[in-house]
């Protein structure tokens, strides 16, 4: 399946190092979406843009900083991170905000 | 009380077996409702959305109770390539429309 791609799709960090999480949708909708799921846990939502717009950001630390140059990319920028903060980071798109989500595969995180 | 809550299980059946989800949610004005499949160490993947009149899809029947507040996932005749887990999806409602809220998931596993 094509519709939504996420890479990489597994990355190893250090705690100082810089690392950006890119996400695409070929599915012509107009919402992303950032998700966080750690193990056990339900899925996170991070942000929301809609129209390129950011709407929503769920107190999430400023060490994630996301960016949606287009209705079909968004990325992650991450940077300084934690340990605490190795996860699935799944990126979703939709034709509207309330409308059904599709998922990409994730980029399993580990931060050393 | 959680905004969506499910049974965590596992649920753990025999192939043939039927075997039923609950999740309930919290918000009254919640419109879309969803289930979703996780595969271990995939992303979640739709499955149904879930309507006022209720959709079956095979093997698969979804309800909506809005009484009581809550949806059900039922499958019947289960299959070994069933064991996933299961995850509900609400959306917020009122002011919070735009936004998915998940449930933790209920793990199916089911046996020969």
């Known amino acids: 399946e094509t519709g939504v791609t996420q890479t990489p799709r597994h990355l190893v960090m250090g705690m100082t190092n810089k690392k950006s999480l890119k996400c695409e949708q070929h599915?012509?909708?107009?919402?992303m979406y950032w998700y966080k799921q750690s193990a056990k846990k339900p899925l996170e939502l991070m942000f929301v843009?809609?129209?390129?717009?950011?709407?929503e950001n769920n107190s999430v630390p400023s060490r994630f900083s996301p960016e949606c140059p287009n209705s079909s990319h968004l990325f992650l920028h991450l940077h300084t991170l934690q340990p605490e903060d190795s996860a699935l980071y799944l990126c979703?798109?939709?034709?509207?905000?309330?409308?059904?989500?599709?998922f990409g595969p994730g980029t399993r995180l580990l931060v050393l | 009380r959680k905004e969506v809550e499910q049974d965590p299980g596992p649920f753990n059946v025999p192939e043939g077996a039927t075997v039923a989800f609950n999740c309930t949610y919290s918000?009254?004005?919640?419109?879309?409702f969803f289930w979703y499949r996780q595969d271990c160490r995939k992303e979640p993947k739709l499955l149904m959305s879930?309507?006022?009149s209720g959709n079956e899809d095979g093997r698969f029947t979804a309800q909506l109770n809005r009484a009581s507040q809550y949806i059900s996932l039922l499958i019947r005749d289960s299959k070994l390539s069933d064991s996933a887990t299961y995850l509900c999806?609400?959306?917020?409602?009122?002011?919070?429309?735009?936004?998915?809220?998940f449930g933790q998931g209920t793990e199916l596993s089911v046996k020969p």
């Open positions: 979703a798109s939709s034709q509207e905000r309330a409308r059904t989500q599709y």
């Open positions: 999806a609400v959306n917020g409602g009122g002011n919070q429309g735009g936004k998915l809220i």
């Open positions: 879930v309507y006022s």
């Open positions: 918000n009254s004005a919640s419109q879309s």
């Open positions: 843009y809609s129209l390129e717009e950011r709407v």
């Open positions: 599915l012509g909708h107009n919402a």
